[in-house]
């Protein structure tokens, strides 16, 4: 398990830790005075002095002139002007991305609320409510904003479908100001309970995939679009303190560039575009929003990683965008893996030795960012609830996430839309996940040196992995193939990912796995009889794969000889052909709709002069599988 603490080493861990106090002891600005009990103002802890935490025991930043008699109304924002926040207009010039990282302690989303995408049933003019609850959630309230601070959430974040009420179409990128009202409204309340709060621009649509359009003028004007909205938005929050963060986008910044939701022609970008039209967007992103002005000149930014996946956003071609201040700069990324536990119902279970070293390993991957002086942000993780509840293990997998954060120095930020956090009780729902983010919160770990902090999540994370059952998998010099598999509504699977993991699968899936051993045929299978639908739902996703296949046996070829479904020799598209994405694990793609381009490393034994495709079945008319076998041989050309 790797540890990054070269960048703690360098830091100021006194004044942080003054920091850290201040800001768990704040008070709110809003409604009850900003500073002494005799309307006084006092100084927060510090060496810059600045007004940490929950907003404003210092009346000297932006507002009106009645600040220190909890009379200020929209945070100095000329803009807004209505909304009574306790938010105080400050920028602490010296804090680092590193340092607010930490202070910006566990975090939450008000997820499936302000993204809500009502707009082609709604129009462009409907009461905002209407956007709001579109998804199914409540109105949102001071209340439910105060419990999730309460429950131990330091920081909100605030996805939003700016394009919900702007009729982009026709080249209006004008956000209708009941919008940004009500947005900056909710970021009032966040304040007011003295959290941080992000504001991005979410899904929205799939706007995003006219960056992918084959019209030059299309993708000209999604550059508009977005730094109009940027412009929109930095100017509307441009007074108020570095508590309110801007991030750059969601997960669409990656391969979802290429989306047809709305740009019908998009699709048009090579997976290597797609990294440079991200570095393009991130960079605009920052130009856009400093060129603003005021607090937004330093203001701390959110860069969206690749995907916002890890792995991708790792890659060399993802560049971070270049920042007119320093250390002012963070990073965002999601992780819901394993998918199958995390979002989807095909796995029930988590906890093997196995998973905890899958979680460890790829969240230690971040530390490329905070070596660099970027703060890290998860700012999507979670695991979805049954219908009866937590899935088993949900408290262990959060509890080791969480750990990792400490231990690095991230913020988590759940993805929640009142399945955790209830907004109508305003309090969680299980009193165990409860204790984990009360044991986590700021105000709990400000009373903790950084040093005992990474000590304590290290000694419980190396405790949870001893404990944990032995998972099934391979010695890295053993190769095995399988077959993975994904059905198409995602709730039959079996070891999907480049690691070989036969736990990671559905109840009553059966399969039979074959050990390398060098050139010669093989078979492998799969039984879906015994799950509790009896068959796959057609497939999202399937490949052939040999863990260790590159390392063990490099430059061999896969050659499918047959494909059997359902008993039934199966006619496949195209051709297939054998390459890696990780350089250990051999695959080839059975269906996979997300791969745009052959690789160029891709290699085939014997062309036979059909098209190369990741899509050897056609998932629109496999209905439903019961089984399934692939026989191939293996050769070294």
């Not at 200020?72 to 209505?82: K, P, V």
Request: charged share 25%.
């Amino acid at each position: 398990m790797k540890k990054s603490t070269d960048w703690i080493k360098k830091r100021k861990l006194a004044r942080l830790a003054a920091l850290i106090m201040a800001a768990a002891l704040g008070l709110t600005a809003c409604g009850d005075g900003a500073g002494s009990a005799d309307g006084s103002t006092t100084e927060n802890a510090g060496d810059n002095g600045t007004g940490m935490g929950a907003g404003g025991s210092e009346s000297s930043g932006a507002g009106s002139e009645n600040d220190a008699t909890g009379d200020r109304q929209g945070g100095g924002n000329e803009t807004g002007g209505t909304f009574g926040c306790g938010d105080d207009g400050r920028v602490r010039q010296e804090l680092t991305a590193l340092e607010v990282t930490e202070l910006m302690g566990n975090g939450i989303n008000l997820g499936n609320t302000m993204e809500a995408y009502g707009r082609k049933d709604l129009g462009t003019e409907a009461e905002t409510a209407r956007y709001e609850t579109f998804w199914g959630q409540s109105v949102t309230t001071q209340e439910m904003l105060d419990g999730m601070k309460a429950a131990g959430f330091d920081t909100l974040r605030l996805p939003v479908a700016w394009t919900n009420m702007m009729a982009f179409e026709s080249g209006d990128y004008t956000i209708n100001s009941a919008y940004l009202d009500r947005v900056e409204e909710i970021a009032g309340y966040a304040r007011n309970a003295g959290m941080y709060v992000i504001i991005n621009d979410h899904w929205d649509g799939g706007w995003w995939g006219m960056f992918g359009s084959a019209s030059e003028d299309t993708r000209k004007q999604a550059m508009e679009l977005y730094k109009s909205m940027w412009t929109q938005i930095a100017e509307r929050f441009r007074d108020y303190s570095d508590y309110v963060i801007f991030e750059s986008g969601n997960e669409e910044l990656g391969f979802r560039l290429n989306d047809t939701d709305i740009a019908e022609d998009s699709g048009t970008l090579s997976d290597a575009e797609c990294y440079s039209v991200t570095n393009e967007i991130n960079q605009a992103f920052v130009d856009t929003v400093r060129a603003t002005g005021g607090n937004n000149a330093s203001r701390f930014l959110l860069i969206a990683g690749f995907g916002t996946d890890i792995k991708g956003t790792c890659d060399s071609k993802y560049k971070m965008p270049t920042d007119s201040v320093k250390d002012k700069l963070l990073i965002s990324v999601h992780y819901y893996d394993p998918s199958g536990y995390c979002i989807n119902a095909s796995l029930s279970t988590w906890g093997t030795k196995q998973d905890y070293q899958a979680m460890n390993d790829t969240l230690a991957l971040m530390t490329k960012f905070t070596d660099q002086g970027y703060g890290v942000i998860i700012g999507e993780y979670g695991v979805l609830l049954e219908t009866s509840g937590l899935k088993e293990n949900a408290a262990d997998y959060t509890q080791n996430l969480l750990n990792n954060c400490d231990l690095y120095g991230y913020c988590p930020v759940l993805w929640d839309c009142s399945n955790l956090y209830d907004r109508q009780s305003c309090s969680i729902i299980d009193m165990g996940m409860g204790r984990l983010y009360t044991k986590h919160s700021l105000e709990i770990q400000s009373g903790k040196s950084r040093e005992d902090v990474i000590a304590q999540a290290k000694k419980e994370m190396d405790a949870d992995y001893e404990n944990a059952s032995e998972g099934a998998g391979v010695a890295d010099d053993v190769a095995m193939a399988w077959i993975m598999y994904n059905s198409s509504d995602w709730n039959t699977m079996y070891s999907v990912g480049d690691v070989y993991a036969p736990d990671d699968k559905t109840a009553g899936v059966e399969a039979v796995d074959v050990e390398i051993t060098g050139e010669g045929t093989y078979t492998v299978a799969l039984d879906f009889t015994g799950t509790s639908g009896g068959a796959a739902n057609s497939v999202v996703f399937s490949a052939l794969a040999i863990a260790n296949g590159e390392t063990l046996f490099p430059g061999y070829y896969v050659d499918i000889k047959e494909i059997l479904v359902n008993g039934e020799p199966y006619e496949m598209k195209g051709q297939a052909y054998t390459a890696s994405d990780d350089g250990k694990c051999t695959r080839v793609n059975l269906y996979n709709s997300w791969v745009s381009t052959v690789p160029d490393e891709a290699r085939v034994l014997n062309d036979n002069g059909k098209e190369l495709t990741p899509c050897l079945l056609d998932a629109e008319t496999l209905g439903n599988v019961e089984t399934i076998s692939v026989t191939f041989e293996y050769v070294a050309k």
